[in-house]
């Protein structure tokens, strides 16, 4: 009995909010990619590499049961600041915090609400890299 060899390729394209991309096969062809054969947990964007299995679909071959082979590596988590350069501006936006609670608690929004925002999702955004 001889083995079956699964096909691999890269992710040319993928479009999460759209559900579907296409694979780049390492044979050559061009392979559709729907939302729903990629893992939820999986993260796929242009030049994972992929392991899948392949059916006829109604435009052509279309990818199955997709199996994420090599991660590619977080741009944004390579360009994220060391943890202990963030450690103190963490506690400087805790006191602005703690202070805007007094002011929040008194009924009074503060005047430069969009600043202590924007402090928030740059804080975040550094966490969530």
């Known amino acids: 009995m001889g083995v079956v060899a699964v096909p691999t390729g890269k992710v040319k394209f993928f479009d999460k909010a759209k559900g579907f991309g296409f694979i780049a096969g390492d044979d050559g ?6 939302g729903s054969a990629v893992p939820a947990d999986a993260e796929v964007r242009t030049g994972t590499r992929l392991e899948y299995g392949v059916a006829d ?4 071959p279309q990818a199955l049961s997709v199996r994420v082979l090599e991660k590619l590596p977080s741009v944004a988590r390579a360009k994220r600041m060391p943890a ?3 450690a103190p ?4 936006l805790v006191s602005v915090l703690d202070n805007l609670s007094g002011q929040l608690a008194k009924g009074t929004y503060p005047e430069k609400g969009h600043t202590i ?8 955004d550094q966490l969530d890299a």
């Open 84 to 86: 202990r350069e963030l």
């Open 29 to 34: 062809q061009e392979v559709f990619l729907p």
């Open 89 to 92: 501006i963490v506690q400087d």
């Open 57 to 60: 679909g109604r435009r052509g």
């Open 117 to 124: 925002a924007a402090a928030l999702r740059r804080v975040a």
